[in-house]
């Protein structure tokens, strides 16, 4: 019983991975995917549209730097890097937010979807071995 309690006494002093877990590969990648995605549709919304000097323009570039920050987080994840997993819990927590927007806007299954997929990747980011991992 000893063994577990030091082991949650002692959970900040871990030594960090000298491999890439999986857990995070499959994060990284994911972010990566769908950050570059969100940029693109993010970029395409705004030479489309006739919005500067509203605060419908405010949205649409916040709507192409949150996407940016998560594909740049996912790549410092791949690295290893701290920043990164920091940046792509931040870009997943400002996804999240955007999930519940589409939920109370008429579009639920979108909503839902959105809500699975960055709760998931949110709880992945905070595993063990991508903590680990990510030391640098």
Not at 50 to 60: H, K, M
Not at 97 to 122: D, S
């Amino acid at each position: 019983m000893t063994s577990r309690l030091d082991q949650y006494r002692n959970r900040f002093k871990r030594e960090p991975l000298d491999y890439r877990p999986s857990s995070a590969t499959g994060a990284a990648i994911v972010l990566v995917v769908l950050g570059s995605i969100g940029v693109v549709l993010g970029v395409s919304i705004l030479s489309n549209s006739d919005a500067e000097g509203s605060w419908l323009f405010a949205l649409v570039i916040a709507a192409i730097v949150v996407p940016a920050a998560e594909a740049v987080g996912g790549i410092g994840v791949w690295q290893g890097r701290r920043w990164g997993r920091w940046l792509a819990l931040f870009g997943c927590a400002a996804q999240l937010l955007a999930c519940f927007l589409f939920l109370t806007n008429g579009r639920p299954l979108v909503g839902l979807f959105g809500l699975a997929i960055y709760i998931g990747l949110g709880l992945q980011l905070c595993l063990d071995s991508v903590v680990r991992w990510c030391h640098r």
